[in-house]
């Protein structure tokens, strides 16, 4: 399963045939894939790699990286 949040609209309207109020924001993809690359596809066509988790996740407050004593 991947999750794909690039899309054409548009196309994707046509394709399924989607009712003006449905919002699209992305789609699932679930099947199987015929290889997995070494790199992931997006990096591969020049956007940036990917971050480190530690850079992403903090602890129920932006930026902090640890639980801190007495929380």
């Given at each position: ?32 894939v015929s290889h997995f690359p ?6 591969q066509a020049g956007w940036l ?6 850079e992403l996740v903090f602890y ?12």
């Open positions: 399963m991947g999750w794909v949040s690039i899309i054409q609209e548009r196309e994707l309207r046509e394709i399924f045939d989607l009712p003006d109020e449905v919002v699209v924001i992305a789609y699932l993809c679930i099947g199987f070494e790199r992931p596809e997006l990096e790699p990917r971050l480190n988790l530690d129920e407050q932006w930026g902090r990286k640890e639980q801190q004593q007495g929380s």
